[in-house]
């Protein structure tokens, strides 16, 4: 079983920056696809970004494509999220996730581990 720790977030202006690191112990890291959600009280997860377990390829939701990057480091075993032009609407918590397989995955139903979260606040 993949255990997964989230952090970075923290309280920043809009038009700044985070990056947010999760760092996976247990299993081959490489053999999952990992991806990022976000999710505020009382609505639904949304999903962020998606990258293979080689790293080769990645997705993005519409809210965050061209401002948000993620990227991995096998060798590290952590997945990171780089955050740019936050707006206050980005402001909730963040999570990682581990997939079931090496795949990128849009959808929250193909991931069997979840981070603990870590908030994310932009002021505005």
């Known amino acids: 079983q993949v255990s997964l720790v989230e952090s970075g977030g923290g309280l920043v202006q809009a038009g700044g920056s985070l990056r947010l690191s999760c760092v996976a112990s247990?299993?081959?890291?490489?053999?999952?696809?990992m991806g990022w959600f976000r999710q505020a009280p009382g609505k639904e997860r949304e999903f962020v970004a998606t990258?293979?377990?080689?790293?080769?390829?990645?997705s993005y939701g519409d809210s965050v494509k061209g401002r948000f990057t993620i990227a991995r480091d096998n060798a590290k075993n952590t997945v990171y999220l780089q955050m740019n032009r936050l707006t206050p609407e980005d402001t909730t918590v963040y999570y990682c996730?581990?997939?079931?397989?090496?795949?990128?995955?849009?959808?929250?139903?193909?991931?069997?581990?979840w981070g603990q979260g870590t908030q994310v606040t932009v002021s505005s």
């Open positions: 996730a581990a997939g079931h397989f090496r795949s990128i995955y849009v959808s929250a139903a193909h991931y069997d581990c």
């Open positions: 247990g299993g081959t890291f490489s053999d999952r696809g």
């Open positions: 990258i293979t377990g080689s790293g080769d390829f990645t």
